[in-house]
C-alpha cells in the first residue's frame, strides 16, 4: 500500500471532558446535564464523580500522550468548570485548570484541539430556561465561547464548537427532554436544534473575529446509508436517511439554511422553529474552516411509505427510527457486528469522506473512529487487544485510500486516548489506547497499562501509516 499521509498529518487522539475528568464538583465547576444523567443510572453503571480522574492526573497522562507519539490531542472543556451556572460568574479555578493543561501539552510538543461543547450543559441552563429551548442559552453559549477565546485562544489554533450536534438532538436525555409532554416535544426539539445552530454561528463569528489566525469547524456524527435493493425507492430511502441524519446539519452550518428537504418536513410536521429576522446573516457569515467527522458504522434503509401504522413524521427511538415516512432500518449481511450491536465498515469511511468533500471541499479531520469492547486485564498485567487493532487497521487504510481519491484529510484523532466512561455502558465498554484499571463500582488505584494497541499506534506514528 503506498502512504499517502502528509509528512505533517495530525496524528492523534480524543476524549471528552464529562467523560475523563472527574472532580465533578471541585473547584467550583457547576452541575451538568451529563452529570445528571450518569447520577440517575449510578446503580448500574459508573458516573461522572471519577471517571478516568483526568483531573488529578493530567500530568501523567500527557507524558503518556507524549510517549503515544500524539501531534494532537482532542479534548473538550467543560462550560460549568468555566461559567458553573452557564451564563454567571467565570470560575478562575476553572481557567487555571485548562491553562494548566494546555500549557502542558504544548510543553510536550502535542498541539491542543479543543472542543467547547461536548454533551455537558450546564444544569442551571435547564433550570433557568429549559436548556436550548431558549435563545437565552444561545447568547449565554457566545459568552462562554468569548471567554474561551480569550483565555487560551493565544495558544489554541484549532477549535471545534459543539460534538455531534446531529446525534445530539435526537437523545432525549442529552437534550434534558425529560418532562416535554409528547405531543409537543418534537417542536421542542426542533427550537432547540435551531438555538444549537445560532450559537454555533455566533461562536463561529466571534472565533474568526477575535482570533483572525485561528480554525474553527463543526464535528457531525456521520452516517453513510446503503440502499437494501436496488430498487429506486430503497436508494431514495437511503439518501434520505443520510439527509435527515447528517446532512441537514452540514448544509446549515456551510451554507446557513436548511436545506428544501427539511424545510419542508418542518413545515408539514408544523414544528418550524421561531427565528428573528438578523439570524439570517449571522448564520450565512458563519462560515467553517475544516469539517471534523466522527464515524463508526454504516447502515440499511428500505423504503418506509406513509400509511395508517407509519404517518409521516414517525419516530420510534432516540437514535435509529422508522423517520419521516421515507425509511426503515435493516442490517448488513455483509458486515461484521460488534458486541454492541455496531456493524463494522471501514470502506463506509472512504465513501463518508468523499462524500463530504465533493459536496463542501473544506479540509477534515477524524475527530472520533474506535471499538468499544470489554477488554480484559490479564494475571501479569497486560491487555490484548488485537480487535482493536484490526478494527484501526481497517480504517486508517481507508483515511489512507481517501487522501489518494483526492479528499484533503489533515489529522486522525481515534476515541479514545485512554478508557473513559461511556455515557451508556459505563467502564464495561472500553475504547481507550490506555487501560484504565477500575470498574464500574470499584476506581481501585486507577492505574494505567498500556494496551497492545498503544505499541502498535506508536508504531503508526513513527512510520507516518501503516507501512
Same mark, same amino acid.
Given at each position: 500500500?503506498?502512504?499517502?499521509?502528509?509528512?505533517?498529518?495530525?496524528?492523534?487522539?480524543?476524549?471528552?471532558?464529562?467523560?475523563?475528568?472527574?472532580?465533578?464538583?471541585?473547584?467550583?465547576?457547576?452541575?451538568?446535564?451529563?452529570?445528571?444523567?450518569?447520577?440517575?443510572?449510578?446503580?448500574?453503571?459508573? /458516573?461522572?464523580?471519577?471517571?478516568?480522574?483526568? #483531573? @488529578?492526573?493530567?500530568?501523567?497522562?500527557? =507524558?503518556?500522550? %507524549?510517549?503515544? +507519539?500524539?501531534?494532537?490531542?482532542?479534548?473538550?472543556?467543560?462550560?460549568?468548570?468555566?461559567?458553573?451556572?452557564?451564563?454567571?460568574?467565570?470560575?478562575?479555578?476553572?481557567?487555571?485548570?485548562?491553562?494548566?493543561?494546555?500549557?502542558?501539552?504544548?510543553?510536550? /510538543?502535542?498541539?491542543?484541539?479543543?472542543?467547547? #461543547? @461536548?454533551?455537558?450543559?450546564?444544569?442551571? =441552563?435547564?433550570? %433557568?430556561?429549559? +436548556?436550548?429551548?431558549?435563545?437565552?442559552?444561545?447568547?449565554?453559549?457566545?459568552?462562554?465561547?468569548?471567554?474561551?477565546?480569550?483565555?487560551?485562544?493565544?495558544?489554541?489554533?484549532?477549535?471545534?464548537?459543539?460534538?455531534?450536534?446531529?446525534?445530539?438532538?435526537?437523545?432525549?436525555?442529552?437534550?434534558?427532554?425529560?418532562?416535554?409532554?409528547?405531543?409537543?416535544?418534537?417542536?421542542?426539539?426542533?427550537?432547540?436544534?435551531?438555538?444549537?445552530?445560532?450559537?454555533?454561528?455566533?461562536?463561529?463569528?466571534?472565533?474568526?473575529?477575535?482570533?483572525?489566525?485561528?480554525?474553527?469547524?463543526?464535528?457531525?456524527?456521520?452516517?453513510?446509508?446503503?440502499?437494501?435493493?436496488?430498487?429506486?425507492?430503497?436508494?431514495?430511502?437511503?439518501?434520505?436517511?443520510?439527509?435527515?441524519?447528517?446532512?441537514?446539519?452540514?448544509?446549515?452550518?456551510?451554507?446557513?439554511?436548511?436545506?428544501?428537504?427539511?424545510?419542508?418536513?418542518?413545515?408539514?410536521?408544523?414544528?418550524?422553529?421561531?427565528?428573528?429576522?438578523?439570524?439570517?446573516?449571522?448564520?450565512?457569515?458563519?462560515?467553517?474552516?475544516?469539517?471534523?467527522?466522527?464515524?463508526?458504522?454504516?447502515?440499511?434503509?428500505?423504503?418506509?411509505?406513509?400509511?395508517?401504522?407509519?404517518?409521516?413524521?414517525?419516530?420510534?427511538?432516540?437514535?435509529?427510527?422508522?423517520?419521516?415516512?421515507?425509511?426503515?432500518?435493516?442490517?448488513?449481511?455483509?458486515?461484521?457486528?460488534?458486541?454492541?450491536?455496531?456493524?463494522?465498515?471501514?470502506?463506509?469511511?472512504?465513501?463518508?469522506?468523499?462524500?463530504?468533500?465533493?459536496?463542501?471541499?473544506?479540509?477534515?479531520?477524524?475527530?472520533?473512529?474506535?471499538?468499544?469492547?470489554?477488554?480484559?486485564?490479564?494475571?501479569?498485567?497486560?491487555?490484548?487487544?488485537?480487535?482493536?487493532?484490526?478494527?484501526?487497521?481497517?480504517?486508517?487504510?481507508?483515511?489512507?485510500?481517501?487522501?489518494?481519491?483526492?479528499?484533503?484529510?489533515?489529522?486522525?484523532?481515534?476515541?479514545?486516548?485512554?478508557?473513559?466512561?461511556?455515557?451508556?455502558?459505563?467502564?464495561?465498554?472500553?475504547?481507550?489506547?490506555?487501560?484504565?484499571?477500575?470498574?464500574?463500582?470499584?476506581?481501585?488505584?486507577?492505574?494505567?497499562?498500556?494496551?497492545?494497541?498503544?505499541?502498535?499506534?506508536?508504531?503508526?506514528?513513527?512510520?507516518?501509516?501503516?507501512?
Amino acid at each position: 500500500m503506498k502512504n499517502n499521509f502528509a509528512k505533517d498529518f495530525w496524528w492523534g487522539a480524543s476524549s471528552s471532558a464529562f467523560q475523563i475528568e472527574g472532580a465533578w464538583n471541585e473547584d467550583g465547576k457547576g452541575k451538568t446535564v451529563a452529570d445528571h444523567n450518569a447520577f440517575q443510572k449510578a446503580d448500574v453503571q459508573a /458516573d461522572t464523580q471519577v471517571a478516568s480522574d483526568f #483531573y @488529578h492526573n493530567y500530568k501523567e497522562d500527557i =507524558l503518556l500522550m %507524549k510517549e503515544l +507519539g500524539l501531534k494532537t490531542y482532542r479534548f473538550s472543556i467543560s462550560w460549568a468548570r468555566i461559567i458553573p451556572d452557564g451564563d454567571g460568574v467565570v470560575n478562575q479555578k476553572g481557567i487555571d485548570f485548562y491553562n494548566d493543561v494546555i500549557d502542558f501539552l504544548l510543553e510536550n /510538543d502535542i498541539i491542543p484541539f479543543v472542543t467547547l #461543547y @461536548h454533551f455537558d450543559l450546564p444544569f442551571a =441552563l435547564v433550570e %433557568k430556561y429549559n +436548556g436550548w429551548e431558549s435563545r437565552e442559552s444561545v447568547f449565554a453559549f457566545e459568552r462562554y465561547a468569548k471567554t474561551c477565546f480569550e483565555a487560551f485562544g493565544d495558544r489554541v489554533i484549532y477549535w471545534q464548537v459543539h460534538n455531534e450536534q446531529n446525534l445530539m438532538i435526537r437523545v432525549d436525555i442529552r437534550m434534558n427532554l425529560y418532562d416535554t409532554p409528547s405531543d409537543q416535544i418534537e417542536k421542542v426539539r426542533a427550537q432547540m436544534d435551531y438555538h444549537m445552530f445560532l450559537a454555533h454561528a455566533l461562536a463561529t463569528n466571534a472565533c474568526h473575529e477575535m482570533l483572525p489566525n485561528a480554525k474553527i469547524g463543526p464535528a457531525v456524527s456521520s452516517t453513510m446509508t446503503y440502499p437494501s435493493s436496488n430498487r429506486p425507492e430503497d436508494v431514495w430511502a437511503a439518501r434520505m436517511n443520510d439527509n435527515f441524519k447528517t446532512n441537514y446539519a452540514l448544509e446549515m452550518h456551510c451554507f446557513g439554511e436548511y436545506p428544501g428537504y427539511y424545510k419542508g418536513y418542518l413545515e408539514k410536521c408544523n414544528i418550524y422553529p421561531e427565528t428573528k429576522p438578523e439570524d439570517a446573516e449571522i448564520l450565512k457569515v458563519a462560515k467553517p474552516d475544516f469539517i471534523a467527522v466522527n464515524y463508526y458504522r454504516t447502515l440499511v434503509a428500505s423504503y418506509l411509505p406513509v400509511d395508517e401504522a407509519h404517518p409521516f413524521g414517525t419516530k420510534v427511538n432516540d437514535i435509529d427510527f422508522d423517520l419521516y415516512g421515507y425509511f426503515k432500518h435493516e442490517k448488513n449481511p455483509n458486515l461484521v457486528a460488534t458486541d454492541y450491536g455496531i456493524q463494522v465498515d471501514p470502506m463506509g469511511l472512504r465513501l463518508v469522506l468523499n462524500d463530504y468533500y465533493e459536496k463542501y471541499r473544506l479540509p477534515m479531520i477524524i475527530t472520533e473512529n474506535g471499538l468499544g469492547t470489554g477488554d480484559q486485564l490479564t494475571e501479569d498485567g497486560k491487555v490484548h487487544d488485537d480487535y482493536r487493532i484490526e478494527y484501526l487497521e481497517g480504517h486508517i487504510a481507508a483515511c489512507n485510500e481517501a487522501i489518494a481519491d483526492g479528499v484533503e484529510l489533515f489529522g486522525y484523532c481515534p476515541w479514545s486516548v485512554m478508557d473513559l466512561l461511556s455515557s451508556r455502558q459505563g467502564f464495561m465498554k472500553r475504547y481507550g489506547f490506555i487501560y484504565v484499571d477500575r470498574d464500574d463500582f470499584d476506581v481501585k488505584e486507577l492505574r494505567r497499562i498500556k494496551k497492545d494497541s498503544f505499541f502498535w499506534y506508536q508504531d503508526v506514528i513513527k512510520k507516518n501509516g501503516l507501512n
